[in-house]
């Protein structure tokens, strides 16, 4: 494996944005977890201050990253993916995890709550690229072999993460598997087949849990469909994120004087902050936010189609499109689109194990960045689906 050397520095327009969004962020955070942060602490900057200590963390963790040669990582392949299933088996098989909302997401590690979902984020993409990279799919054939691997793996993974159960991040890992298969040449008719296939099981197991005690993810169902039949109680999160949204207006009612932070939305600091930026800054706030996640992913796509190397374009639109996935659900249960899934928005929510992660992909991109070619060559013709070819 030939070395390379950075041709080029970070590439700052990625740098910049992500910078910005950090900043806005931090903003929402305070606002929106001021009135959560006094009531359960006596301190309004609580929260924006544990997100400043996750921030600054991420960060040094970031520029790592961005030091060492992002073929370095690859040689954790394997095992960052052995050490993610066993933390989510240690999670879900054991007394060690950390129950909130229902589900046993987090698990204690030297003190410090770690949620192993978000290092499987990292850690399988990182594997598919390893693996679609040294076992190229070409023309349909020569597939038995990555798809051998890599499907037990993620059925392994998918099932572990869906146990917890967190069915959200179960459909953005097996959304970004799907989008980096898609990469190779495998025909199409398989990713169609592949729709009913795990689809069709996972409607199955969802309906499955009306009749069990906990049957929290079938109500979200019901909640989606008709919100304001349930308005006071399977269908409150939804419907006060709509009045949120609502009240926001154009302009919104200003930075700080959200009505729905006092109660009435749960959740208003983490999976529905997008909620409390339109209250709070209306139309014109949440547009403005858009703009400058449009403007990350679209530079960062543009950027890793110059990476020199199979494996940086893979690992590159890998973790783009894993934040991407993840930005697109949350907006989508914000506002509706999709049933409430308890997924972050990347770098605005408040989370620790999401930021610190979100600032280590970044950082592997900006990487990247610094070995992009000089001049876009005939690889990187306007086909995405051609990035691993």
């Given amino acids: 494996m030939s070395k390379l050397k950075p041709t080029r520095p970070i590439d700052f327009p990625i740098l910049f944005i992500t910078l910005a969004l950090i900043a806005f962020g931090l903003i929402m955070v305070l606002s929106a977890g001021a009135v959560r942060g006094f009531n359960a602490t006596q301190n309004t900057y609580f929260y924006v201050f544990k997100q400043m200590k996750w921030t600054l963390i991420g960060s040094l963790f970031a520029i790592v990253v961005i030091k060492v040669p992002y073929k370095f990582w690859r040689r954790f392949a394997g095992v960052g993916i052995l050490i993610s299933i066993g933390l989510l088996i240690a999670l879900v098989c054991t007394d060690a995890g950390d129950a909130t909302s229902g589900s046993a997401r987090w698990i204690k590690i030297m003190g410090i709550n770690v949620q192993p979902s978000e290092i499987t984020k990292l850690a399988l993409v990182l594997f598919y690229a390893h693996i679609l990279d040294r076992y190229p799919i070409k023309r349909g054939k020569n597939w038995l072999t990555p798809l051998g691997i890599l499907i037990p793996v993620s059925i392994l993974v998918l099932g572990l993460v869906y146990k917890q159960p967190d069915l959200g991040t179960t ?52 909640a989606w469909f008709d919100p304001w039949k349930y ?9 006060n994120a709509e009045i949120a949204f609502g009240s926001g207006g154009l302009f919104g009612v200003g930075l700080g004087r959200s009505m729905q932070k006092y109660g009435f939305l749960p959740e208003n600091h983490t999976d529905m902050i997008f909620a409390i930026v339109g209250e709070e800054l209306g139309f014109v706030g949440t547009l403005f936010l858009l703009c400058l996640i449009i403007s990350l992913y679209a530079r960062a796509y543009r950027v890793i189609r110059e990476c020199p190397d199979r494996f940086g374009r893979l690992l590159g639109f890998g973790l783009t499109s894993s934040l991407a996935i993840q930005t697109a659900v949350n907006l989508s249960v914000v506002t509706g689109v999709l049933p409430v899934t308890g997924i972050t928005l990347p770098l605005i929510s408040y989370g620790g194990s999401s930021l610190v992660i979100t600032l280590i992909e970044l950082g592997l991109i900006l990487n990247i960045s610094r070995y992009r070619n000089r001049a876009p060559s005939s690889h990187t013709a306007t086909n995405l689906r051609n990035v691993s070819v």
């Fill in 171 to 222: 459909l953005v890992l097996a959304a970004t598997g799907a989008v980096m298969l898609f990469q190779t040449e495998l025909p199409t008719f398989w990713f169609l087949l592949a729709c009913p296939a795990f689809g069709l099981p996972l409607y199955y197991l969802i309906w499955r849990t009306q009749f069990q005690a906990v049957h929290y993810q079938w109500d979200r169902i019901l």
């Fill in 231 to 239: 308005a006071d109680n399977i269908g409150y999160q939804i419907t």
